[in-house]
């Protein structure tokens, strides 16, 4: 067994919703506003965080890893006239605060002018941020940890007789505090955490071994699976990919499993960025009110689901977020964007500084199971691998496993293939989205059917 302590813990305030922590870093951050404006600075805007946590692994019933972390660190950027610099430390000491904003405004002096730069418009911001219940401390020591990761890999390996070996289980609990300030006065902070369990094993002798694996994660311990949850999905996914084969190459139906299924939409998302826009470097370049989905197709962040993963009552920028059509009747409605990206397009942040929040795409069919029985025979993908993606073409190929489907039931598992398109295409040819909705990202989606794909393989 070892143990891992990381990080500095001198002086990181204590995590927690209490008032004395938030004050703390409220202090901080309010103490880099002031400083910075004293060097010069016409804007200033600054971040401080830190965490505390827990994460115990273990493999083949033997302790691996026990490793508490106690991190806290301070990001400033000031703005002189239009010109940014930015610089960061985890060191929270007065002279390393005053070292790290000179060294900011020193690169501001330096930099180019930016008509673009700038903070967050002041209207915009969110001066009452609603509470989204994101805190629930988790009471867990660590020799409680090994008992659930010992009961994880436990139910993973007592599933099923082929299982022969395992990449253990881990149990993971997260408590963060977060603040961000400006000189236009805002100035808020919250805290979070984030509890996990999962697990990984290996099916099958030598020359024809599998693996799969699965996890369970969310901000109240009580969301969680069980462990024997975990561990039976675990040894379940694995075992059903024994006997794998290829295929050869085709035109066929494909549907993305649910959690996999979010990369789709992650591809979405990446085109529609601001930065993607304003480089011309996207597939959907000036895209906005195009038709890209079928007509029963929305697209949409509801940022202020409580307890959600992707919750947040405002972006990195103090920008209020708002819940928001991304794509409505197919038609794509808007860009992802930050006040910068905003700026370059001459159009308004839309509350996206540091991504998006529960992008949530509506289901309009029932579970995979419903699915696979639309799709006849085709291909259920449930892994990917590789990121053959280009940004500005569109086009699609990335390595896969999954099971191949006949009349609507799977037949065998299939490894070693690639399915290749274009994601306009792809996008078009979404008949349906399942209502087996995975909510344990900031993109939340269930199962999608695509109508064809290109699936190459050498059997």
Known sequence: MSEVVSGPVSTAPTIG??????????DLASSIIDFGKREGASAVEAAASCNEGLSVNVRMGEVETIEHTRDKGMGVTVYIGQRKGSASTSDFSAQAIHDTVRAACNIARHASKDPHAGLADEELLARNPVDLDLYHPWALTAEQAIDLATRTEDAARNADSRITNSEGAGVNRSDALFVYANSLGFLQGYPSSRQSLSCSVIAGPAEAMQRDYWY???????????PEEVGQIAAQRTVARLDS?????RETPVVFQADVARSLFQNLVGAVRGASQYRKASFLLDAVGETLFPSYMRIHEQPHIPRALGSSSFDSEGVATQPRDLVSDGVLRGYVLDSYSARQLKLQTTGNAGGVHNLTIEANAGDLNDLLQQMGDGLLVTEM?????NAVTGDYSRGASGFWVEGGAIAYPVEEITVAGNLRSMF?????????IDTRGNIRCGSVLVDRMTVAGNG
Not at 245 to 249: A, D, E, F, G, M
Not at 385 to 389: D, L, P
């Open 17 to 26: 919703p209490n008032p004395e922590s938030l004050q703390l870093l409220q």
């Open 216 to 226: 369970s994660v969310a901000r109240h311990a009580d969301a969680l699976q069980t």
């Open 245 to 249: 084969r290829s295929l050869n190459t």
């Open 385 to 389: 691998m590789g990121f053959g993606i």
């Open 428 to 436: 078009k040819g979404m008949q349906c989205v399942g209502s087996d």
